[in-house]
């Protein structure tokens, strides 16, 4: 991605801090983190890691648009699908969770990883977020491929 591109990621993810200039600076400075405010220009749809994981690998199809910005915690094992903000939206299955209106995200700069924190998709400053629709569908395929694959466990 080029710099230009950078500029713009950096500018449109800052936008959604209290003080965008403070988001920047703890972005280039410190731990380089910032905690964002989901619901106003995105939320975020979390999910356990290897369902996130296959879920974006289900995304990257040449019929499809280009994955919306996407987040790993390393740490907590989880993926955070950017989306549209919903505030009536409802999203269900087990490991899911939604944050929207009222919720904080933390984010390192769309540039590099910071600590536990990577952009597998960086935003691009364009304002392209996953469809709502288009990830349901891969997260049911998903879904349907990992209980496949995973081993029932006899009692």
């Known amino acids: ?9 950096v500018e449109w993810l800052a936008a959604a801090a209290l003080d ?3 988001c920047k600076r703890a972005w280039d400075q410190g731990e380089g983190i910032a905690l964002l405010a989901a619901g106003r220009f995105w939320d975020v749809l979390s999910v356990p890691d290897r369902l996130g994981l296959l879920t ?3 995304l990257w199809q040449p019929a499809l648009p280009v994955p919306g910005p ?7 094992h989880r993926v955070g699908f950017f989306l549209p903000p ?6 269900i299955g087990a490991g899911l969770r939604h944050a929207g209106r009222g919720s904080w995200v933390a984010v390192p700069p769309p540039y590099r990883p910071a600590r536990y924190l990577e952009w597998l998709v960086p935003p691009d400053g364009s304002g392209a977020l996953h469809r ?5 569908r891969a997260l049911r395929q998903a879904h349907g491929a990992l209980a ?8």
């Open 56 to 58: 974006l690998d289900l």
């Open 148 to 155: 496949t694959l995973t081993p029932v466990l006899d009692d």
């Open 86 to 91: 919903e505030p009536d939206s409802r999203w």
């Open 70 to 76: 996407t987040l790993v915690d390393t740490v907590a």
């Open 132 to 136: 709502p629709s288009t990830l349901e």
């Open 20 to 22: 965008p200039r403070a």
């Open 1 to 9: 991605m080029s710099d230009a591109k950078w500029g713009h990621g």
